[in-house]
Nanobody
Framework: VQLQACGGGLVQAGSSLKLSCAAS????????WGWFREAPGKGRRFVAA???????WYSDSVQGRFTASRDNAENTVTLQMDNLEPGDTAVYYC????????????????WGQGTLVTVSS
């Protein structure tokens, strides 16, 4: 199983970025997908998730600014991030889950390598 995340970069506050995660080696359509982030000195925290039914979940801090989506034909999940804030600076990880509470890391079975997002003020 491989999860390859990309799309990070350095942007100014108020800008947008789109992260993508390409998956291989698993049954993409049967998985739930999540995005987490890890800022310097902080643990890995939930950002967003999209269930196999396309139901989405967001942390309070990104609700209304970030949008998670999935393309089962392309085996890709994306995280559209709008109106970025300096507090969004972190390494972002995509992850795949068979089941469980999608807000916690323990529910995820596979992880991507992370992509760095830096938002300057």
């Amino acid at each position: 199983v491989q999860l390859q995340a990309c799309g990070g970069g350095l942007v100014q506050a108020g800008s947008s970025l789109k992260l993508s995660c390409a998956a291989s080696g698993l049954n993409f359509g049967r998985m739930h997908w999540g995005w987490f982030r890890e800022a310097p000195g902080k643990g890995r925290r939930f950002v967003a998730a999209i269930e196999r039914t396309d139901r989405t979940w967001y942390s309070d801090s990104v609700q209304g600014r970030f949008t998670a989506s999935r393309d089962n034909a392309e085996n890709t999940v994306t995280l559209q991030m709008d109106n970025l804030e300096p507090g969004d600076t972190a390494v972002y990880y995509c992850a795949a889950s068979f089941s469980g509470n999608l807000h916690i890391t323990e529910s995820y079975d596979y992880w991507g390598q992370g992509t760095l997002v830096t938002v300057s003020s």
